[in-house]
């Protein structure tokens, strides 16, 4: 029985190219990028080459990118740096209900010291409201965390509008762009955007790496305290195979390839809903399915239990989530359903993801669909 793996969301698989070029890094390039000798002078060149990759993807320039450890640390940085260097301008933040616990966890973090935090609330698509959003800002609102795409639902929020209302506004705007990064074109720049965060991993690259976009007009103070690496805004001796193989998987997403596979996963999603109707099973469809991330689709199969179903598809060998953390072997309910729907509403216990990536095929989406029929069917007797 050959594995099927539909939780690209969670973590993609590594491109046999970037895994190349990592092994070619290691073993060739292993001077420390700030050491002033022959091998310490390639290695920083290839740092560099890797940053002016990376920069041209969002069309900004390559001295605001800064390699981190990934989103989560993007995200900190961001938001606690902000927080802590402007708190004498005001101690207002604004965030949403459904974001990555990379973002609430610190934000909760902020109201501990004395921060004030304003969740805004969704839809039962998972939308915010523009009108709520601006009702929200104050003269004391110093920093606006909004993600890009949503990792369970695959929301798109409007970052476009939400730049352009920040236009005239002192606090900065921070975007997660974890999911969002390789499948959206993005550029910060144009859409008003001074903090973005992205993980490697969720691209077919490593685990471990990722950067932090920092918008030049604005100032933020480095999280991390030591050397003075990335010049000055980041400690620590950089993973430069790590940083090399982000830069590979990302030359790897061209606009063409990034438009053939946003097709492929549409085309991929209309198969699984296909597959539900023509089987007569009960389901709908978790958020805004006009205007979200290709790759992303949440699925409620009424009357359902979420965990049995992974259950069953994992014996099948197949890979979704329920979209729930687990921690400590606790199985939390889903945030995002629970913001959209209420605490106790059933599309909180009947829903799962599933992420479509690189080397999954049209056979591999089929013998899916059939196999969720089967086990809906199943547990449904």
């Known amino acids: 029985m050959e594995s099927i793996y539909l939780d690209h969301a969670a973590t993609s698989p590594m491109h046999p ?24 002078r390639s290695a920083s060149q290839k740092l560099e080459e890797a940053r002016e990759v990376i ?34 301008e005001g101690k207002h933040l604004i965030t949403t209900q459904i974001e990555h616990p990379a973002v609430l966890n610190t934000l909760r973090y902020l109201e501990d010291k004395g921060f004030e935090v304003t969740y805004l609330a ?22 606006v965390s909004i993600m890009y795409g949503n990792n369970e639902i695959g929301n798109l929020m409007p970052i476009k509008e939400i730049g352009e209302l920040l236009q005239d506004h002192p606090a900065y705007f921070h975007t997660d762009a974890v999911q969002a990064y390789g499948n959206q074109t993005i550029h ?25 976009y920092k918008n030049d007009a604005i100032r933020l ?17 950089e993973n430069l195979a790590g940083i090399c193989g982000f830069a590979k998987a990302v030359e790897l997403l061209t606009t063409e390839e990034r438009e053939k596979r946003g097709k492929t996963y549409q085309q991929f999603t209309e198969l699984v809903l296909q597959g539900l109707k023509d089987a007569q099973v009960d ?6 399915l006009d205007h979200k991330l290709p790759h992303i689709l949440n699925l409620r199969l009424k009357g359902i239990p979420s965990d049995l179903l992974l259950m069953k598809l994992d014996l099948k060998g197949i890979a979704i989530s329920t979209g729930s953390a687990c921690t400590a072997g606790n199985v939390d309910p889903s945030h995002v359903l629970e913001a959209m729907y209420g605490k106790n509403a059933p599309e909180v216990k009947e829903s799962v993801r599933v992420s479509f990536g690189y080397g999954n095929t049209e056979a591999e989406v089929q013998r899916f669909t059939q196999e969720l029929v ?8």
């Open 17 to 40: 190219d970037v895994i190349a070029t990592m092994a070619d890094i290691m073993q060739n390039y292993y001077g420390n990028p700030s050491s002033i000798h022959h091998l310490g």
């Open 55 to 88: 920069a041209k993807s969002l069309d900004v320039k390559p001295h605001e990118i800064i390699f981190n450890s990934g989103g989560t640390e993007g995200d900190n940085t961001a938001i606690l740096e902000t927080a802590f260097s402007r708190q004498s």
């Open 122 to 143: 969704v839809d039962q698509k998972g939308r915010i409201s523009l009108d709520e959003l601006k009702s929200a800002l104050r003269k004391d609102t110093i920093l």
């Open 188 to 212: 910060p720049h144009e859409l008003g955007i001074d903090l973005l965060s992205t993980s490697a991993h969720k691209v077919n690259g490593p685990r471990g790496v990722g950067f932090l």
């Open 221 to 237: 103070p480095s999280l991390l305290h030591g050397g003075e690496q990335e010049e000055k805004r980041r400690a620590g001796t």
């Open 283 to 288: 389901y709908q469809v978790n958020g805004d």
């Open 374 to 381: 089967a086990a809906v069917q199943q547990l449904r007797k």
